[in-house]
């Protein structure tokens, strides 16, 4: 019995040996670029969650890019990984989606997104994007300026009144509680079920350690997901029985295309897209305006700076009191330019997930097919080669950049054919908030305003201010 066990215990030391020595030294038809598999199924994913307290080049990126250059192996996920921080091939990258790459993520994302949208590409991908713009496009925005103005003077009313407004989470209700009623016609005063809630625990675990079990953070999130979901598929049900005469909000849009003869829409892809949608239209948004207050308040020239232009256009109206325009939006010249830095700065999308469709030759190193490929925007946007003095927060570096949301240096919101579709939205959004609060308000921190990045853009204590009405 002690000879048969020796054996076996040898043979499984040999087979554990042999997988980890394969897993470390991954096989391709060239040169891998050099850096570190770590073990197996983990690899490197704890480093990489490592929280990091400063703005700067993430500490696991920097210490990699300084080791073995700006494109490096890994293992993210249970999953091989190569990671670029240099601006030439993340460019190439966005330009052959569908070619050499393909938009993909880490397989813990595919569970909780659902498989639905996490495989669309090529035509499908394009005709939910073209039904997306319908939303967010051109001329929807325009009819949207109003009551996006509306609801923005309406909130900071009701926060001046307030001794303390945590931003953070002040701002994410105002644009959830909007983009779903926009999508869904959801209001949350006269729902029994409290949605955003929902979104909360989602978001909390989206990037952890993908452990379901009771209690984590990754558990809580497919929870969240779990709950959202069904009250999504109840409101579908609901509209199936009773169908509204005049369509008022984006569902009924869906639910004409999933009548129509030969759709593509099925009803788990309808309910995955308003799901996606409710996701992405509020987190990304109220932490990029939270960490714009939070700039303008450290830096008051540049405040002085953006209120003068605001001021100029309440100066130069002809009546007053009347709305803001779509020409008077389009003229904030330096209020587009602090979005810009204010993004390029925040790194609020800390990375983009490809497959590498085919293998690809870049810089004498293979990308091997089948393995994902990180695009970093940070690492391209702290890069003191492309910016000067990255870290310092400079509004006036994009003078005369135009109002573009993307080039190969600037990558706030992707790029390439799967560019953010609400990219023009989430401006839009901010630009507008911007225009009411320094014309018509002053604010002083109460507390809170740290920020960490693991990896995601956190506010981990809020960010809470005292907001008064100024009288003109």
């Known amino acids: 019995m002690m000879w048969a066990l020796s054996i076996l215990a040898s043979l499984l030391f040999i087979g554990i040996t042999r997988w980890v020595y394969r897993w470390r030294n991954p096989k391709c038809n060239g040169i891998l670029p050099p850096g570190s598999m770590a073990f197996p199924l983990v690899g490197e994913t704890l480093q990489f969650l490592k929280p990091n307290i400063t703005s700067d080049i993430p500490s696991f990126i920097k210490e990699r890019t300084r080791k073995y250059g700006p494109v490096f192996k890994t293992s993210l996920f249970g999953q091989p990984v190569i990671m670029s921080t240099d601006a030439e091939l993340n460019y190439f990258v966005f330009q052959q989606e569908g070619q050499l790459f393909q938009s993909s993520y880490p397989v813990t994302f595919t569970k909780i997104f659902g498989r639905q949208l996490h495989s669309l590409h090529g035509f499908m991908y394009k005709y939910l994007k073209n039904m997306v713009l319908t939303l967010v496009g051109h001329e929807g925005l325009k009819k949207m300026l109003p009551e996006i103005e509306q609801v923005a003077r309406r909130k900071l009313e009701i926060w001046s009144t307030q001794d303390s407004v945590e931003l953070k989470d002040a701002t994410a209700s105002m644009i959830f509680d909007f983009t779903a009623k926009k999508l869904i016609s959801y209001d949350p005063e006269k729902s029994s079920e409290n949605l955003r809630e929902n979104f909360d625990a989602f978001i ?247 920020t960490i990045r693991s990896p995601v853009l956190q506010f981990p204590n809020g960010y809470h201010v005292r907001l008064r009405k100024i009288c003109k």
Request: with cysteine.
């Open 204 to 450: 909390r675990g989206l990037i952890s350690l993908p452990l379901d079990i009771p209690g984590t953070a990754y558990h809580k999130c497919l929870k969240g997901r779990d709950m959202a979901m069904k009250m999504l598929k109840n409101m579908l049900k609901e509209r199936r029985e009773n169908p509204r005469n005049n369509p008022s909000d984006f569902f009924d849009y869906v639910m004409e295309e999933l009548q129509k003869e030969g759709t593509a829409m099925t009803e788990e892809i309808a309910i995955a897209l308003i799901f996606l949608l409710l996701f992405a239209s509020f987190e990304t948004t109220s932490l990029a305006l939270t960490l714009a207050v939070k700039f303008l308040s450290d830096h008051p020239s540049v405040l002085k700076r953006l209120t003068e232009e605001h001021e100029a256009i309440l100066r130069n109206r002809e009546a007053s009191h009347s709305g803001l325009t779509w020409e008077e939006y389009r003229s904030m010249t330096y209020t587009f330019q602090f979005i810009n830095e204010t993004t390029r700065l925040g790194n609020i999308l800390p990375a983009v997930f490809r497959k590498v469709l085919k293998d690809t030759q870049f810089k004498g190193y293979t990308i091997p097919a089948g393995w994902k490929l990180f695009v970093c925007p940070a690492a391209v946007h702290l890069n003191p080669n492309i910016y000067d003095d990255p870290l310092a927060f400079n509004p006036s570096r994009w003078e005369g950049s135009g109002t573009s949301n993307v080039s190969k240096y600037f990558l706030p919101f992707g790029g390439g054919m799967r560019l953010c579709v609400g990219a023009d939205f989430t401006k839009l959004e901010m630009a507008v908030f911007l225009h009411c609060l320094v014309t018509k308000y002053r604010w002083h921190e109460i507390g809170g305003g740290d």
